[in-house]
């Protein structure tokens, strides 16, 4: 069994490089409706980015946890490549967390685990 992960989106393309940037994956081919990303490590799983003809509509019922060390360098990161912030940063039981939004407005968030904290 494997693994994929499918984001319905407008701009399959567009996406992809905002994607592919914040992940570190790696472009595959565009297949409409598809475009796949991957991770070139061979440890994460595959991302389609899949065109659909209907809009984005209310909260993603599953979305990605990127979790990271340094909340105020990879929010400039993040941000810098497009993504916008919904809601934070704001500490969750003890979890630096800031919940954005791709450029289409599907939701991601950055966790700071808490042993990971910058001291």
């Known amino acids: 069994m494997e693994l994929v992960f499918v984001l319905d989106c407008s701009d399959p393309e567009r996406l992809a490089d905002f994607w592919a940037a914040v992940l570190g994956y790696e472009r595959g081919g565009y297949a409409p409706p598809y475009a796949g990303l991957t991770d070139p490590a061979g440890q994460g799983p595959k991302l389609l980015l899949q065109r659909v003809p209907e809009p984005k509509a209310g909260k993603n019922r599953m979305h990605p946890d990127l979790r990271i060390s340094d909340m105020d360098a990879e929010l400039a990161r993040v941000t810098a490549l497009g993504a916008t912030v919904v809601r934070g940063p704001f500490v969750d039981d003890g979890w630096p967390t800031t919940v954005l939004a791709d ?12 042993e990971k904290e910058k001291t």
């Open 103 to 114: 450029p289409e407005g599907n939701e991601f968030c950055l966790i700071v685990p808490p």
